[in-house]
């Protein structure tokens, strides 16, 4: 079993930024394909962005491209997004995923673990 925990999340106006972290448990993280998701009131999880097992592929859905930041530190067990120039439609539950799958996925389908979320509003 595989728990995530986000945390950074909070409160801040738009073009400001936020980092948020998801820690994980496990000696095995390496072995896992990393995301982010989000989901705002009443929409559907959205994909974010995706990191490959040793971090050296990424990947961003266009909303966010140029803005945001996925990276991680496999000797932490941790991932991180740094998201920048934030707008007001970033609001959302963000959440962390992990998966064995191959690539880079986009669906929040083919990632097996998720953690709790973690709110991030951005006011006007």
């Known amino acids: 079993q595989v728990q995530l925990v986000e945390t950074g999340g909070g409160l801040v106006q738009a073009e400001g930024s936020l980092r948020l972290s998801c820690a994980t448990s496990?000696?095995?993280?390496?072995?896992?394909?990393m995301g982010w998701f989000r989901q705002a009131p009443g929409k559907e999880r959205d994909f974010v962005a995706a990191?490959?097992?040793?971090?050296?592929?990424?990947y961003y859905a266009d909303s966010v491209k140029g803005r945001f930041a996925i990276s991680r530190d496999n000797a932490k067990n941790a991932m991180y997004l740094q998201m920048n120039s934030l707008k007001p439609e970033d609001t959302a539950v963000y959440y962390c995923a992990s998966t064995t799958a191959l690539g880079l996925p986009r669906s929040a389908a083919q990632y097996r673990y998720w953690g709790q979320g973690t709110q991030v509003t951005v006011s006007s």
């Open positions: 496990g000696r095995t993280f390496s072995s896992y394909t």
């Open positions: 990191v490959s097992r040793s971090g050296g592929s990424t």
